[in-house]
């Protein structure tokens, strides 16, 4: 889990890079580095910590070259360390690369290599890639255009695992290479420059043309062209594709930091999620998708399969899915997906989320449940990335960039288009009623506005985490569909905290949690479902009973007395009632975080996108 960045054109590629860079950290913050192609041959500038102190570093300044390839790093193999970072280079430093993923067999690569001769500094798994091409690139006799590709080419057949690989040459000061297999890369492209990138935000104020790499394609880049090869070295053709997001979303924009931009950026996520989908006068429209009533009506269960925050999303979704559709719904972790043998067939359908469209995980499932003849639709964020390229169908959140490694407005947008499916599945099934589809209809499209009727509460969620931010435990309780809220404000609160949360169904308290709660620790309750609030009053008047410190997120008439802190969110249907409970809890973890003095967008140990097993 990395970020890498390229640039190849006229102007210094120094600056362009380490702004990359500034925009990538969210991929990856243990180390930095830099390699350009200078008169004198490459350059090699890196070291352990943040882009800021990479762009500190005496002589980076003095780069003059126009090519030049960065990262920004993540570590899986090694620690994080200046030899570690990235780039690598071979013995004679002929070749630089930087690659994001994870070569799984690179121990027997690299005993190849020390066999042959070749000597290692660091431990990472990436020093094989440079070295390999340089294996191949002498062992080459021709002496053509394409023996560069050649190398890379024949390097890249022996790597098994994952990677998107930048590579420039001392030998051709004038292209890079690219390839990618099963992690990010994009290509932006204008008339006189190419840019680089793991993901589209870092390089979208640039251009907004952008190619997008399939499996084992093979980009040479110069400053005014790019060619592409398959792995057979055939020439193909591609097209760009124009990507509509706005450059400024991947700024800050005012905001103090990412994760708040995008907590307040969700009426708009949700309302471009809904887009004209949804009308109050016509059946729900999802042209991407192309189901009749006998394809449904063959389908005898529905998998949503996804990780974190959008496995939570999926929880959420499933609700709606067995309660509108009459199919039942089972959500699954991606990581364990595969490796319990599910059962499925031509009659299983398959949801697969994930925010990047990248997760290595999750596309992993993807790909198995295609090999046992399920249907499967992706609900990701990004245009082109991988899962939407595996599934047969896709459909996409419109949420905008994404920054924070903390999910928000990304989770809101995913149970927005989960419950979109549900309908469009049960209008076309008619196994539902008109009316309740069409006043949950009604409740979607009034979100947007109920969201920042929600937001407008901050000052009180700040109030309340200034004193409970010194906590170690807290507990999130929820019955229902709030449990899956419970789930989610858990993981945002460990996140971006550190605090350890717990989250349960709140009846199964007193069937063993119970044991934990004691005077002056923090309970937060979720009750937005009618059928359910009473029961939940009483499970936590349990903890309230043994000295516990309570915050309640509701929208339905309680006594506000029996707790400690009560924030009243707008009534809507139960189906997206996640939508809004959610946002203070995402509010009050922001606010925690802050209170701690940590970084609320790059927590310690994670990334963004999780592009390895």
């Known amino acids: 889990m990395c970020g890498i960045v390229g640039y190849i054109g006229k102007k210094k590629a120094c600056p362009i890079l380490l702004a990359g860079l500034n925009r990538l950290e969210y991929r990856g913050y243990d180390s930095a580095g830099i390699s350009t192609v200078e008169k004198n041959g490459l350059s090699l500038i890196k070291d352990k910590g943040r882009v800021n102190h990479l762009a500190s570093i005496t002589g980076i300044d003095e780069l003059e070259g126009t090519i030049g390839i960065a990262h920004t790093r993540w570590a899986t193999h090694g620690k994080p360390s200046k030899e570690n970072a990235h780039p690598h280079q071979n013995k004679t430093k002929t070749f630089s690369v930087v690659h994001n993923g994870i070569i799984e067999n690179y121990h027997e690569l690299r005993t190849l290599l020390e ?32 023996k560069f590709l050649r190398a890379v080419r024949n390097s890249c057949l022996d790597l098994k695992g994952s990677f998107a690989i930048e590579v420039i040459s001392s030998d051709y000061p004038d292209n890079m290479i690219v390839v990618r297999k099963d992690s990010p890369l994009v290509i932006g492209s204008t008339e006189e420059e190419n840019y680089i990138s793991s993901d589209i935000p870092a390089i979208l104020s640039y251009t907004r043309n952008f ?11 110069s400053r005014t062209s790019a060619k592409f090869y398959t792995s057979d070295l055939v ?21 103090e930091d990412f994760m708040l931009k995008e907590i307040y950026e969700q009426p708009n996520a949700v309302r471009e999620t809904i887009g004209s989908r949804i009308s109050l006068t016509g059946n729900c429209e999802l042209s991407e998708l192309h189901f009749s009533k ?16 959008a496995m939570h999303a999926g929880i959420a979704g499933k609700n709606a899915i067995e309660k509108l559709c009459h199919i039942t719904a089972e959500v699954d972790i991606a990581s364990e997906f595969r490796y319990r043998d599910p059962l499925l067939d031509e009659n299983t359908l398959c949801v697969f989320i994930s925010q990047s469209g990248e997760t290595a995980d999750t596309i992993a499932a993807l790909k198995l449940a295609k090999s046992k003849g399920a249907k499967t639709i992706a609900i990701s964020n990004v245009i082109g990335s991988s899962i939407t390229r595996e599934a047969d169908y896709s459909i996409y959140t419109h949420a905008g960039p994404e920054i924070a490694v903390a999910s928000t407005k990304a989770y ?47 000052e009180t969620i700040q109030e309340f985490a200034r004193k409970i931010y010194q906590e170690k435990d807290v507990f999130f309780l929820g019955r229902g569909i709030d449990e899956s809220v ?22 199964e308290l007193k069937h063993g949690p119970i044991a934990l709660i004691e005077n002056g620790i923090t309970v937060i309750g979720i009750m937005t479902d009618p059928r359910l609030v009473e029961k939940t009053i009483s499970n936590i008047q349990e903890v309230v009973t043994r000295g516990a410190k309570t915050f309640i997120v509701t929208n339905q008439k309680i006594n506000s007395n029996q707790f400690d802190r009560v924030i009243f969110i707008p009534d809507t249907n139960a189906f997206i009632s996640p939508i809004l409970s959610i946002i203070p809890l995402q509010l009050l973890s922001y606010y925690i975080s802050k209170e701690k003095g940590l970084d609320v967008d790059k927590p310690r140990n994670l990334a963004k996108s999780v592009t390895v097993e």
């Open 235 to 255: 020439e193909i053709n591609k097209k760009t594709q124009t990507i509509e997001w706005n450059a400024t979303a991947a700024e800050k924009d005012g905001f």
């Open 486 to 507: 419970a789930k989610e404000g858990s993981l945002k609160l460990k996140e971006i905290s550190y605090i350890h949360s717990e989250s349960y169904a709140a009846g």
């Open 412 to 458: 809101t947008s995913q149970v927005v288009l989960i419950t979109i499916l549900a309908i469009y599945f049960a209008e076309i099934l008619g196994r539902c009623e008109s009316s309740l589809l069409s006043e949950l209809k009604s409740d979607l499209l009034a979100l947007p506005k109920k969201i920042e009727e929600t937001l407008k509460q901050n």
């Open 294 to 309: 006998l394809d449904l009506e063959k389908i005898q269960k529905i998998y949503i399969v996804a990780c974190g925050t």
């Open 115 to 146: 066999e042959n001769g070749y000597s290692f500094v660091s431990q990472t798994d990436t020093e094989v890639i440079p070295n390999l091409i340089d294996y191949y690139y002498h062992k080459d006799p021709k002496q053509d255009e394409l």
């Open 211 to 221: 190619y997008l790499l399939e499996d084992f394609e093979f980009a040479v880049l």
